[in-house]
């Protein structure tokens, strides 16, 4: 399975925009990158993918690199509410799965 | 609430018991996943079904994991003897079949304590 690489861990202050980093060097080109967050007690949510252009939505906004070998999540004002686990998934054309990382831990700070 | 529901919420058993969850995916969702997750882990992929045949099974479902789709509408997922090492969140997802960049929808899953 393809794999991704995630910070453990990482902290930011409520109402500050958050970078979220992510490598996948090992992607493909019809790899899709997948974020889903994962909030206490709950199952994973969809947040955002995409698979080449940067990506917008109401919940986040999704920067790709050139190469494709990362992509930045971004979350343009961060709220207490947005404390969760953030994974970064390579939805593989053909494996009809998600594999899940370890993810980054989103700590916001008052 | 038109979400993906699975039952129990919370699961306690005694080792060597068997237990059964249940999931009722989004109704129009012809695809259904089991993941189980243990703390501080991410959620491991276990099985899928697309309508009601099971198309895939991860090397971690052992001859005690059995999961089921009759009507290729909600799922049951048994184990049987359980072990405390299955001590775990199983978490339930549907899909919409289309193309590679569809959306799983996951429940809140069943806790399972094994005493």
């Known amino acids: 399975d393809a794999k991704t690489t995630q910070p453990n861990s990482m902290e930011s202050n409520e109402e500050e925009p958050v970078h979220l980093p992510c490598n996948h060097s090992?992607?493909?080109?019809?790899?899709?990158i997948h974020w889903y967050r994962q909030l206490p007690s709950q199952g994973p949510e969809y947040v955002i993918h995409g698979l080449t252009s940067n990506v917008n939505n109401r919940m986040a906004s999704l920067a790709i690199a050139e190469d494709r070998k990362s992509s930045t999540l971004i979350l343009h004002r961060a709220t207490l509410r947005d404390a969760a686990v953030y994974y970064c998934?390579?939805?593989?054309?053909?494996?009809?799965?998600?594999?899940f990382g370890q993810g980054t831990r989103l700590t916001i700070n008052p | 609430d038109t979400g993906v529901s699975q039952n129990p919420r919370h699961k306690i058993t005694k080792r060597g018991q068997n237990v059964t969850f249940r999931c009722d995916p989004i109704s129009e969702h012809n695809r259904l996943y089991w993941y189980r997750q243990t703390l501080g882990q991410g959620p491991e992929f276990l099985t899928y079904f697309q309508n009601e045949a099971q198309l895939e099974k991860s090397r971690l479902l052992s001859d005690r994991f059995s999961a089921e789709r009759p009507k290729g509408s909600f799922s049951t997922l048994e184990i049987q003897r359980t072990e405390q090492g299955d001590s775990a969140m199983y978490l339930c997802a549907s899909s919409l079949q289309g193309a590679t960049n569809e959306k799983l929808f996951f429940g809140s899953g069943t806790q399972l304590s094994v005493l």
């Open positions: 090992t992607i493909s080109g019809t790899d899709y």
């Open positions: 998934i390579l939805f593989i054309q053909g494996a009809q799965k998600l594999v």
